[in-house]
């Protein structure tokens, strides 16, 4: 074979080369269907970050439990157990009143409800045997052995019978009254401890007289306090009851765990702002009522979420956001609360450093490929 006939054979084996790679290259871009295949929308993301709420609130620290002790009945003190500052628990006898009269006075009702008790077994006696002596003389006079007149007169005495025994009867439920109330004056004239804590205040000595709903001692309860703060109209919703929160107070290196009591559902009318309650722990006794003590909303709920109001769609009253997971676009549902006019707190549905989609275009929708620029 001569050199031009080779030379021409291997340009042909070289044009055949190539064009079966340019067929391959042009069947890679096909479908096995011979649809093209799906292209990936490019989007813009961000990630999830989180903002810190730096916002201090500080409030006094109140009672939670606190009693004023008053006597039900006037009467002299006769004993003060207690002083100011003296622990006592639920209760403890703190003040005694002289019980002399009232004493007397039980005695007495005691004796008339007895000699009553007796009047009602007697008369209900002679109740009886009236009408027994009724009920003879009525069957005799129907036979004639005796006069209507005899019948008359029994009658007469059984209707007398009924009477005083109805008359004893009617005073049996005053007479009881009356030992009731005696008793209770008796009872009364001991005055006890409503609650455990410590006395604050003792306005009654021996040898004064009581007034009924006049004070005497101021009782609180320091086991545990409250402090009270105000929560602004934007941040309330971070606050939740039964969340842990840190308390601090100037002047007292000890940090004071505290749990949230109670979101008053009314704002303050003055502002707008809502009076929230964090009940503390002050088995210690370090806490006194009107220490200005302070909370962290970080302390509360950590970091918030924040997301671009552009990235939030929204479906059947239902908030939505795209998340980027292995170049997949997922549709999640997430619950946020307006934050301002561009911006949203996320909730719940996203954590931080998930990939989300600013503005989302109508081509995208859950399980579409995307190319992140």
Do not use: H
Not at 65 to 86: D, H, I, L, M, Y
Not at 257 to 267: C, E, K, W, Y
Not at 284 to 307: H, T
Not at 318 to 333: C, F, G, I, P
């Amino acid at each position: 074979m001569s050199k031009g006939m080779i030379n021409r054979l291997l340009a042909i084996t070289l044009l055949s080369s190539t064009l079966a790679l340019i067929v391959t290259g042009c069947a890679a871009k096909t479908t096995s269907s011979g649809n093209p295949a799906p292209t990936a929308i490019p989007v813009k993301v961000m990630k999830v970050g989180s903002t810190t709420n730096d916002a201090n609130l500080s409030g006094k620290i109140i009672v939670d439990q606190q009693a004023k002790v008053f006597s039900k009945v006037a009467g002299k003190v006769t004993e003060v157990n207690v002083k100011e500052g003296s622990l006592v628990k639920k209760g403890d006898l703190l003040v005694q009143l002289d019980t002399f009269d009232s004493g007397n006075k039980v005695i007495q009702t005691q004796s008339s409800l007895e000699t009553l008790k007796q009047t009602i077994v007697q008369t209900k006696i002679a109740l009886d045997y009236a009408q027994t002596n009724y009920d003879r003389t009525k069957a005799l006079a129907e036979s004639g052995v005796v006069p209507q007149s005899d019948l008359d007169a029994v009658n007469t005495k059984l209707k007398t019978a009924e009477a005083a025994y109805e008359q004893a009867k009617a005073g049996l439920p005053g007479a009881e009254a009356s030992l009731a109330l005696a008793q209770s004056a008796v009872q009364d004239a001991s005055i006890y401890s409503p609650l455990n804590g410590t006395v604050t205040e003792k306005l009654i000595n021996p040898g004064e007289m009581a007034s009924p709903g006049v004070s005497m001692l101021t009782i609180v309860n320091m086991q545990e306090v409250l402090l009270q703060v105000s929560v602004p109209q934007d941040k309330v919703f971070q606050v939740k009851p039964g969340t842990p929160v840190e308390v601090f107070v100037d002047g007292i290196d000890q940090k004071f765990n505290g749990t949230i009591d109670l979101i008053s559902p009314v704002s303050d009318s003055t502002n707008n702002t809502f009076p929230v309650k964090i009940r503390i722990d002050n088995t210690s006794a370090v806490l006194r009522v009107g220490m200005i003590a302070r909370i962290s909303l970080d302390s509360m709920n950590g970091k918030i979420s924040e997301l671009p109001k552009s990235s939030i769609v929204e479906q059947d009253q239902k908030y939505y956001v795209y998340k980027v997971d292995n170049d997949v676009a997922r549709l999640v549902q997430v619950e946020v609360k307006e934050k301002d006019s561009n911006w949203n707190y996320v909730i719940n549905g996203v954590a931080n450093n998930d990939e989300i989609v600013i503005n989302p275009g109508s081509q995208l929708t859950d399980g579409v490929k995307v190319q992140i620029n």
